[in-house]
């Protein structure tokens, strides 16, 4: 069955650097979207993407994070300069479509773990 | 504003026993509903949805879950629950057809522990 994957599993970066944040969506999926999940809360939406832009994005989604589809089957999610609060565990989920109708269900990679020192 | 409201942040059953997870959701349209497993260390994974229709909804490993208009509930049940069944879940509601491409909106989630 196809699935969503992610790389890295575990990230540890020092506070102030860049990360990337990889996932490989479900071949003919066209919708993706970033969640993350900081310890101990809620999932929270941050992304959507569609046609190569941003479809919506949350206000957590400020100008220090970026997405982008740099080929035919990655879609990542980079931090600029990451802070403390950024620890997370971040899900990448794809859909086939972002509409209506039974499609629209979202499937979820199985995250990556951010730790910020 | 949409949201998701999960009361029972931990349940504990015994094996064998019924479940049931509450859900109550905000929205001032038809929700898409969702219900996610997490199990440790693992991926969110799709147990069942409603979209529409019949509004007792079957879903993977035995699950299932009732949609209450009038209670703006989406409960989620299973008539046994194995031991395998121990991770936490989450209810989710999606934006309407020609929304908001559909971004979904999680509740806090529910532990679940089963007892021997």
């Known amino acids: 069955e196809p699935e969503v994957t992610q790389t890295p599993s575990h990230q540890v970066t020092q506070m102030g650097q860049e990360v990337i944040l990889r996932c490989v969506p479900i071949s003919n999926h066209l919708y993706f979207y970033w969640y993350r999940q900081i310890l101990g809360q809620k999932v929270e939406f941050l992304v959507s993407?569609?046609?190569?832009?941003?479809?919506?994005k949350s206000e957590i989604f400020d100008d220090q994070f970026s997405v982008e589809r740099p080929d035919g089957s990655n879609f990542t999610l980079k931090i600029r300069s990451t802070k403390l609060e950024d620890s997370a565990m971040y899900f990448c989920?794809?859909?086939?479509?972002?509409?209506?109708?039974?499609?629209?269900?979202?499937?979820f990679g199985p995250g990556t773990r951010l730790l910020v020192l | 504003a949409q949201s998701v409201t999960q009361p029972d942040i931990h349940i504990t059953v015994s094996e064998g026993a019924s479940l049931e997870l509450r859900c109550n959701y905000s929205y001032g349209a038809t929700p898409y509903l969702f219900w996610y497993v997490q199990s440790p260390g693992q991926g969110l994974q799709l147990l069942l949805k409603?979209?529409?229709?019949?509004?007792l909804v079957q879903g993977i490993k035995g699950f299932e879950a009732e949609f209450k208009r009038s209670q703006s509930s989406f409960n989620l049940r299973k008539p046994s629950v194995h031991w395998s069944d121990a991770a936490e879940y989450f209810c989710?509601?999606?934006?309407?057809?020609?929304?908001?491409?559909?971004?979904?909106?999680f509740g806090k989630g529910t532990k679940l522990s089963v007892k021997p």
């Open positions: 989710a509601v999606g934006a309407e057809y020609g929304g908001s491409q559909g971004n979904l909106i």
């Open positions: 993407f569609y046609n190569n832009e941003i479809s919506e």
């Open positions: 989920a794809s859909s086939v479509t972002g509409g209506g109708g039974t499609q629209e269900t979202q499937y």
């Open positions: 409603y979209f529409s229709g019949d509004t």
